[in-house]
T-cell receptor, first 112, second 113 residues
Framework: EPEVTQTPSHQVTQMGQEVILRCVPI?????FYWYRQILGQKVEFLVS????????KSEIFDDQFSVERPDGSNFTLKIRSTKLEDSAMYFC??????????FGPGTRLTVL | AQSVTQLGSHVSVSEGALVLLRCNYS??????LFWYVQYPNQGLQLLLK??????LVKGINGFEAEFKKSETSFHLTKPSAHMSDAAEYFC???????????FGAGTTVTVRA
């Protein structure tokens, strides 16, 4: 069964460093998303991506964040200068239809 | 804009007892509704979804949910809890015009032997 994959599973970084989280969505899906879940809190939408551009972003997704689909298979989330409050589980999701998101296993980002 | 309220952050049930997790939504357009399960240290797994058609939806692991438009609810049930059902459950909503999901705060289920 096709699935969304994410790498790495755990990323530890120093405050101020850049990180890139990687995702491989399900191959025939057209919509791609990043969500995050700060420990003990609800899952929050960050950004959606369709047709090689951002279709919607939340207020969390400020200038420190960017997304890219560099090669038609990978979908990346870059955080340019990490802050302590960026520590969270980051989930990639993809969908073919509205809202039916298939989620990856997540990347746990720890900012020290 | 849509939002979801999950009543009860923690639910404890005995093995074999009914599991009932409550979800109410608000949406200005017909909603698409979802339940996801998250096991410890794992990602989000889709349990079931309602988009159109039959309002009683059956999902994996014996779970089902019923869309009640008049009550703006999408409660999740399982007739007989199993120890393996211990997890966190999230209700989510979107609509056909908005592909992103809005999640509830989650309900943690513990199952007593």
């Amino acid at each position: 069964e096709p699935e969304v994959t994410q790498t790495p599973s755990h990323q530890v970084t120093q405050m101020g460093q850049e990180v890139i989280l990687r995702c491989v969505p399900i191959s025939n899906h057209l919509y791609f998303y990043w969500y995050r879940q700060i420990l003990g809190q609800k899952v929050e939408f960050l950004v959606s991506f369709y047709n090689n551009e951002i279709s919607e972003k939340s207020e969390i997704f400020d200038d420190q964040f960017s997304v890219e689909r560099p090669d038609g298979s990978n979908f990346t989330l870059k955080i340019r200068s990490t802050k302590l409050e960026d520590s969270a589980m980051y989930f990639c999701a993809s969908s073919e239809l509205a809202g039916v998101g298939f989620f990856g296993p997540g990347t746990r980002l720890t900012v020290l | 804009a849509q939002s979801v309220t999950q009543l009860g952050s923690h639910v404890s049930v005995s093995e074999g007892a009914l599991v009932l997790l409550r979800c109410n939504y608000s949406s200005s357009v017909p909603p698409y509704l979802f339940w996801y399960v998250q096991y410890p240290n794992q990602g989000l797994q889709l349990l079931l979804k309602y988009t159109t058609g039959a309002t009683l939806v059956k999902g994996i692991n014996g779970f089902e949910a019923e869309f009640k438009k008049s009550e703006t609810s999408f409660h999740l049930t399982k007739p007989s809890a199993h120890m393996s059902d211990a997890a966190e459950y999230f209700c989510a909503v979107s609509d056909k015009n908005d592909y992103k999901l809005s999640f509830g705060a989650g309900t943690t289920v513990t199952v007593r032997a």
